[in-house]
Each structure stands twice: as C-alpha cells, then as structure tokens.
C-alpha cells in the first residue's frame, strides 16, 4: 500500500521559514512527478511546486522566488523549502506522486499556519 506522509509544519512568524518533507513508501513503480499543493479555508486547493523525474521544477509566481521543492538522494523523499512566509500562505500543504502507469497518491497533509 502506498503511503505518502508529511511533516515539518507548523506555526511560524512572518518572515519566517520551514522545511516540509513527505516520506513515500509502498510503492515498486517509478516516480514521476512530484508535486506540492496547498489547501486554505474555504479555498480550492492549488499548486505550490512540482519536479518531474528529469529534475525540472515549475512554481506559481505566488511562491516562486520563496519556495523550493527538492527530492531526497533516494525517490523515497521529497521536500519543500518555504522561506518569507507570508499569512497568506497558510493552508494544509500536501504531497502528491504521479507514479508509472499514471498512479496518482497524496498524503493527508500538514499545517502550516503563519501568524505573528
């Protein structure tokens, strides 16, 4: 069974960093994609970064600049580096794989709130 577990966040002052990572297990295919996504109260969950097996990265211009997504030495990892944070950027941050043969998993999330 596919697991796919985050950590890392928290709350954090204006200005301030984290570091999320989301731990991947279960899984013999490929990873292809790997992508963060963000989900604040009564909003549509969106795209915060995405790497792609090749290495390329892509982010909104919300975060780009201030959010780095990076894999770890194994495919088991992935992280994102979030520095300047800003209130709006509190939200439920969650990982999601694209696996070969087009699987698709996302973990259950982890807060991140940014508040003075």
């Known amino acids: 069974q596919v697991q796919l577990v985050e950590s890392g966040g928290g709350l954090v002052q204006p200005g301030g960093s984290l570091r999320l990572s989301c731990a991947i297990s279960g899984t013999s295919f490929s990873i292809y994609d790997m992508r963060w996504y963000r989900q604040a109260p009564a909003k549509q969950r969106e795209l915060v970064a995405g790497?792609?097996?090749?290495?390329?990265?892509n982010y909104p211009d919300s975060v780009k600049g201030r959010f780095t997504i990076s894999r770890g030495n194994t495919e088991n990892t992935v992280y994102l580096q979030m520095n300047n944070l800003k209130p709006e950027d509190t939200a439920v941050y969650y990982c999601?794989?694209?696996?070969?043969?087009?699987?698709?998993?996302w973990g259950q999330g982890t807060q991140v709130t940014v508040s003075s």
């Open positions: 790497i792609s097996s090749g290495g390329s990265t």
């Open positions: 999601r794989i694209v696996t070969a043969g087009s699987h698709i998993y």
